[in-house]
């Protein structure tokens, strides 16, 4: 494409990225070549350091440079009380919201019958064992609101019921988010949780 | 963000991108992540070795890995025939069409009075000396329509008018294109240019 193997090359694997497609990853090669010392260079440095050291917490399944992680290793947050997510961009995410002040447990994804995803497939057992070891009491379901979180939620809720307090994430109107543009089965949840004023 | 601050730094490289944002280059680098030794790995691999051995092509202006590009020292490109672009993504769009089988001369942008762009900032000097030391017989400027592209095609046209024919890309409705979503200017230019059948 360019008649030269290494920079289509580099252009077909950027092209992989998910959020980018040929074009857009054209773009970004060529941007990274005009700033070859200021931008490739660092950019190739970092990306071999973060290959050399990221790493699966052993605990929570976070990603991070330390066989456990900053969180887990954490004196000040909260024992006792832990977060269960799908994946690491959530508890990301739960983490910039900063309001949580415990622990989390990355479940790997969620159970899927067609995609042959069963509990020993997800850090289901794990996530049963730190119960006792670390003498949990509260969990706090963070799954997606779709059919397979659902169904990974219901699951473990079976599994853990009677052993530790069960809470999920609240359901309703988003900070900021408009009626006419939310979904009919948001504005049923938000109806039925309603709380007085 | 992530809490640590390799793959943060990682993020906010690839946040800069071009066509990437905050919330794309975390999911791809937590893609690249998840792949380490099928994507991460190779992916560095590369951008270093691209970041050793990219070059502007001596001649032309395309980049490649060697002094002068493959372009320029193919032997079976029509001499005597020259295409001005606007930049390397522009070559590189002529060759993806296949139709062009002449060489190329990259300008690195446009003449812009706003942005302090003079004929020096460009490789217009080279150009002109090209078409004696090359021979040029035909100039085809394939320089964007914009008021920037078509302000410096008539600068370069003024430059060297008389030593060379000059020819401009054909304006007119694109293949594929519906009347209703074009702009007036495009049907106007395609009717003033419209030919026999």
Redesign the interface.
Known sequence: ????R??D??IQ??A?????GPR?A????????AK?EL?????????????A??RECAVCGN???SEV???CRASKRANGLLCVVE???DL?AM??GGAFQGRYHVLGGTLSALDRIGPEQLRIPALIARIEAESISEIILALGATIDGQTTAHYIADQIEGHVRLTTLAQGVPIGGDLDYLDDGTISAALSARRAL
Chains 1, 2 share one sequence.
């Open positions: 494409m360019t008649s030269n290494d920079i090359t580099l694997m950027m992989k990225l998910p959020g980018l857009s054209r773009r970004a090669v060529l941007h990274l070549i070859r931008k490739l260079m660092p950019l190739a440095d970092m990306m071999q350091s973060v290959a050291t990221a990603i991070g440079t992680c900053d969180i994946d690491v961009a990301w983490e910039r």
